[in-house]
């Protein structure tokens, strides 16, 4: 009796984490991923037309998170990341570029606290988590989300 009141509890919490209802676990990120979609950014224009070299480079390629090192196409390659897990709130997704913070973010599948993985690279590209399994950033008025690759 004594190990299943725990296993539940964990259960329970983990179900609240999933839906948005507390914030999210740290994120497991190291290990391989691939970039799977793209979308215009929900701050991007009508007009926007898509970057045809970013889509060529990055779409269906591998990001592989080290330990010293993120091994992807660039502008996401990084030699000597200094990670970080951060809490966000909507309005600083993206680096604070959504136009409707709540609406905008709770649209992409995210809940009031995001764990964002902060890399300390040149680029300054942040991957905010959706759920343990997938992950967004943002280039050149797109939103890239990347799904971790199983074994």
């Known amino acids: ?5 725990p296993a539940l509890g964990l259960i329970l919490l983990l179900g609240a984490v999933s839906a948005g209802a507390a914030p999210q676990a ?14 215009a950014a929900p701050w991007s224009k009508p007009d926007d037309k898509p970057v045809e070299s970013d889509l060529k480079a990055l779409m269906g390629r591998d990001v592989v998170f080290l ?6 196409p660039s502008p996401l390659r990084c030699r000597k990341p ?3 897990i951060k809490q966000y709130p909507p309005d600083m997704l993206f680096q604070g570029t959504l136009t409707d913070p709540d609406r905008q973010a709770k649209a992409l599948g995210y809940g ?3 764990a964002t993985l902060e890399t ?4 300054a590209i942040d991957f905010h988590f959706v759920d343990r399994d997938s992950a967004m950033f943002a280039l050149n008025n797109r939103l890239y989300r990347l799904e971790r690759k199983k074994p």
Request: charged fraction near 35%.
């Open 67 to 72: 330990k010293d090192r993120i091994d992807a």
């Open 26 to 39: 740290k994120p497991d990120f190291l290990g391989k991923w691939t970039i799977k979609t793209s979308q």
């Open 82 to 84: 200094r990670y970080a």
């Open 112 to 114: 009031r606290s995001i």
């Open 1 to 5: 009796m004594m190990k299943t009141v």
């Open 120 to 123: 300390g690279c040149e680029g």
